[in-house]
């Protein structure tokens, strides 16, 4: 090649490198290609066109650029390597160990490349050869942990049990105290059948060591796979009560127990590790967290409200922690504590549905419907998979807009309450009843009730609506029937209900009866003005 060509090459090939900078990669392969056909010998512009094609996953068109390259520069380094990587994309296996072979001649003390090479040959099930590439890293290098683990691989793959065994007791007597030896001969033996060698060894460990928490855990497993549950149990109390096991092994663990909910021991067993899982980790959200859904289910609800509290007292950043805790307080009617701890919830995470109906439910309890009509209307904007949410919010609006007398949009609630979900009983429940005070759309009201007690039997409220929309419907004796499976159920004498039953007495000429039930429903605590004129008027009045 003249000078004058020479030229036009390393120019070609400094713009290559130009477009392949501002990643004009077709460009940059075309100049590439150009100064490759001027100078088939020039090893830089095939292994830069090699590195293009690997870039488009093109690991076959890159190959024979690549052997070329090291063909023209056998000992350049980053050809050999950039040619492994090639055949090792292609699982071009077989052609590895040559490549592996000039590397480590090219730079012999670096041991990357003979456990590539070893590595190769355990993919191709050429376990010796593997065998001898790591006693020469032995030479180099000395004994390490990686070496004694990559030879405990092959050794079990080759069946060869007591020669892995025999390398760890090995390490075990040159190093008496490292208790990850113990532990690597310990899974050695148990996973191959061994069980009673791996307590042994495993228990030496815990006289040299009682501190070491994968001692614990292994010895649990061991047991547990003995059937000795009590001494499992009682070796992972020990792992768990060390603060440098990790705490999200230690959640692992505690969430393998649920399967086995609801068990008592499991849930007993859950809740004691998730206790001292606070002690060791007093510090972190996430030991509190767990323990409260322990406690939660064990029903500990005050204990567990205290252990959430705790856990965004440390960080407030799991939402699902808050969610739990405004749940309890709901459940517990603590209306104030839900509100407060349910905004301050949505002050860090305003964009979630489920809170903003649970602090909605709250104000409605509270009876401040306005209030709650924000939070419930927020929820059903924000969530649209979810079926269960929309019909419970929407329900809740049906319920806030009748309290606040604005019949057309809690008809309107109800309605889209039920389009999602046509067979929410309360729902049904509720709107029937709400039509029945307002003598309106009394066909449409006796059929969700009907609904609500076939979704719902033996639910004395729901049979009180029926009955009282039937003596809406002036069906007297169909009414009677129903209030008096109502009050049949009826738990908490309540005084609406006997209020009902007399008056639907009135209607069927047991006038006597009537007014006995009116005062049965004074008695227990209704004192409005018109129940007081039934009684002493002895007769039905509006």
């Not at 088939?40 to 293009?52: G, V």
């Not at 052609?95 to 993919?123: G, S």
């Not at 950043?317 to 905004?343: P, T």
């Not at 929410?424 to 509720?430: C, E, K, P, V």
Request: charged fraction near 25%; aromatic fraction near 10%; hydrophobic fraction near 40%.
């Amino acid at each position: 090649m003249s000078s004058l060509d020479s030229m036009d090459v390393k120019q070609l090939f400094f713009s290559a490198l130009r477009e392949k900078t501002v990643e004009n990669l077709k460009h940059a392969s075309e100049l590439f290609e150009r100064v490759i056909q001027a100078d088939p010998l020039n090893d830089a512009s095939l292994y830069e066109l090699a590195n293009l094609k690997k870039i488009q996953n093109d690991y076959a068109g890159a190959q024979p650029l690549l052997e070329r390259a090291v063909a023209v520069k056998p000992n350049n380094e980053w050809y050999w390597a950039a040619l492994a990587d090639s055949y090792e994309k292609s699982n071009n296996i077989n052609k590895l160990e040559n490549v592996f072979n000039q590397l480590i001649r090219i730079n012999p003390n670096k041991t990357e490349y003979y456990y590539d090479k070893a590595n190769a040959y355990l993919i191709l099930k050429r376990y010796d050869d593997a065998l001898k590439v790591y006693d020469e890293v032995e030479q180099i290098s000395g004994p390490t942990d990686d070496l004694l683990t990559n030879r405990q691989k092959i050794y079990l793959k080759q069946g060869k049990v007591d020669r892995a065994a025999a390398d760890i007791e090995k390490a075990i007597a040159a190093n008496p105290g490292q208790i990850r030896y113990y532990l690597l001969l310990s899974e050695i033996y148990n996973s191959n059948g061994l069980s009673d060698k791996a307590l042994a060894v495993l228990l030496k460990a815990e006289k040299l060591d009682a501190s070491n928490g994968m001692v614990h855990l292994a010895l649990a497993d061991i047991y547990r796979d003995k059937k000795n549950n009590d001494a499992s149990f009682n070796e992972l109390t020990l792992a768990f009560a060390i603060p440098d096991i990790n705490i999200d092994q230690k959640i692992r663990i505690i969430a393998g127990y649920y399967p086995k909910f609801p068990e008592p021991n499991a849930k007993a067993s859950a809740l004691e590790l998730s206790r001292i899982l606070t002690i060791a980790h007093k510090n972190d959200s996430k030991a509190f967290a767990m323990y409260g859904d322990m406690l939660l289910q064990n029903e500990k609800l005050k204990d567990g409200k205290a252990a959430y509290k705790k856990s965004i007292e440390l960080d407030g950043q799991a939402y699902a922690v808050h969610e739990q805790l405004v749940r309890i307080e709901l459940s517990q009617n603590d209306l104030d504590g839900a509100i407060k701890d349910g905004e301050n919830a949505l002050s860090l995470f305003p964009n979630q549905a489920w809170m903003n109906y649970l602090v909605g439910v709250a104000w409605a309890q509270k009876k401040n419907f306005n209030k709650a009509l924000g939070y419930v209307k927020n929820a059903t904007s924000l969530e649209i998979q979810d079926k269960e949410l929309l019909s419970l919010s929407f329900s809740l609006l049906g319920d806030c807009y009748h309290d606040l007398k604005n019949n057309k949009s809690s008809d309107d609630a109800y309605d889209k309450a039920l389009a999602v979900n046509p067979d929410n009983a309360y729902t049904l429940n509720n709107y029937a009843y709400y039509l029945s005070l307002r003598n309106e759309g009394l066909d449409k009201a006796a059929q969700m009730s009907a609904r609500s007690n076939q979704l719902q039997p033996n639910t004395a409220s729901f049979e009180d609506t029926y009955a009282w929309i039937l003596f809406m419907q002036k069906k007297y004796s169909d009414a009677k029937l129903w209030i008096e499976k109502a009050l049949a159920h009826d738990k908490d004498n309540s005084a609406v209900k006997y209020e009902h039953y007399g008056d639907i007495l009135f209607y069927i000429g047991n006038t006597d009866g009537a007014v006995q039930n009116w005062k049965k429903a004074r008695g227990y605590g209704e004192q409005s003005p018109v129940l007081e004129r039934k009684i002493n008027e002895k007769k039905y009045i509006e």
